[in-house]
């Protein structure tokens, strides 16, 4: 069974502060991750991609990739209140394996 | 460019009863998602189409179908509705092999 496990959260930092969103994965096969945004009510927005072991930063997000550990997070720098939301993390398949493991999600709330 | 859309947003049914729900992706995209989310199960995997073929498929019963057109616009069917059917029903739409964008979703409740 492939699994993606995050921590549920909720996740609370302060305006300003660095939010750190964790998140592991069992299929060693998994060749892509993802990082979503689900504000409350709406549908998942993806915030960034990543393939490469090591780090991939846009704006003020990074995400890191340990493949040797099956270790994914994602980092939100100088965190906004607009940030509050639940963060989902999907593992793919390589190829034609579209199909995305989620994990449950963490929510993250960011007081001002 | 337009996103990807789904109708209806919003649908009753009762027990028994089938349903289908409608996404027309991205123009360009070729590959379509559906996912079914609950607060208990997150968000699970239903089924892929690429080019009119279904590519994947997740594990769900018999009850849930789906297929694709020549113009990439996709159907999803659930016969005989449980009460746990109950759900929001995403659809996403990908350019590639990669990354994947969501439609709004159907918010469908099973009386």
């Known amino acids: 069974q492939k699994e993606v496990e995050q921590n549920s959260g909720p996740l609370s930092v302060p305006e300003g502060a660095i939010a750190s969103l964790n998140c592991t994965y069992s299929?060693?096969?998994?060749?892509?991750f993802f990082w979503y945004r689900q504000y409350s009510g709406k549908s998942p927005e993806l915030i960034m991609f990543?393939?490469?072991?090591g780090d991939k930063e846009d704006g003020r997000f990074t995400a890191q990739l340990n493949k040797a550990s099956q270790y994914v997070s994602l980092l939100i720098r100088d965190s906004q209140p607009s940030d509050s939301a639940t963060y989902l993390c999907?593992?793919?398949?390589?190829?034609?394996?579209?199909?995305?493991?989620f994990g449950k999600g963490t929510k993250l709330s960011v007081k001002p | 460019k337009a996103g990807v859309t789904q109708t209806p947003r919003y649908l009753i049914k009762t027990r028994g009863q089938q349903v289908t729900l409608s996404c027309s992706p991205i123009?360009?995209?070729?590959?379509v998602s559906w996912y079914q989310q609950t607060p208990g199960q997150g968000l699970q995997f239903l089924f892929e189409?690429?080019?009119?073929?279904?590519?994947n498929k997740g594990n769900f019963p018999g009850r849930f179908s789906g297929r694709q057109f020549s113009n990439s616009r996709s159907e999803m069917n659930v016969s005989t509705l449980e009460l746990g059917d109950s759900a929001l029903y995403l659809c996403?739409?990908?350019?590639?092999?990669?990354?994947?964008?969501f439609g709004p979703g159907t918010r469908l409740t099973v009386l």
């Open positions: 996403a739409s990908s350019p590639t092999d990669y990354e994947q964008f």
């Open positions: 299929d060693r096969g998994s060749q892509s």
């Open positions: 990543i393939y490469s072991n």
């Open positions: 999907a593992s793919q398949g390589g190829g034609s394996q579209g199909n995305l493991i």
């Open positions: 123009s360009g995209h070729r590959s």
């Open positions: 189409y690429f080019s009119e073929t279904q590519r």
